[in-house]
């Protein structure tokens, strides 16, 4: 999916040239027809991508982030509301909302940048100015990491590795462990999804 300039989407809202509107595919999506998904993927990934992107300027998450907003559709569509905007406002905020979430997350990670190849992370910090607390809180989180990492499978403690201590890209990823790129996605979605209730 390639991102292009951002641009204003049509207001399909109240009509289109097939005769079915948002409203009536978001029903749809609520009484669980698939195909009615499809209708509104078909019409806004585009611009979803696009807001996506501008937010985080990483075509590669872009395409994760549109991609877990659609799936958000299908599992919350009886949340929408017709009385505080039309469906594409809707899909919009739900967009921009999961991008700045993303963004938020990757800059604690780069924050955090723990990396299990770092020797930093298998020797306590020397630095002579760090206070006892400091270094108690360094080998809290260092094992509190550790912990949870070996919660996961082989298969999603290594692609997660591979994601956020090697920095390889999903596509780099799937290329290396042999693997689809969407096998490769779930690894890495489903590993998250643990390590968050575990350190939780």
Known sequence: MRSRPEGRAPDRSEGTGN??????LLTRVRQGEQAALDELYARYASPVHNLVWKVLQ???EAEDVSLDVFWQIWRQADRYDPSRGTPPAWIFTLARSRAI???RARQRREDRNIS?????????PMDENASPDQVASFRQTRDAVRAAIETLSGPQREAIELAFFQGLTHVEIAEKLDQPLGTIKTRIRQGL???RKVLD
């Open 19 to 24: 005769g079915v509107d948002d409203l009536e």
């Open 58 to 60: 990483n075509a590669e």
């Open 101 to 103: 979430d993303r963004l």
């Open 116 to 124: 299990f190849d770092d020797p930093a992370v298998h020797l306590d």
């Open 193 to 195: 999804i643990r390590l």
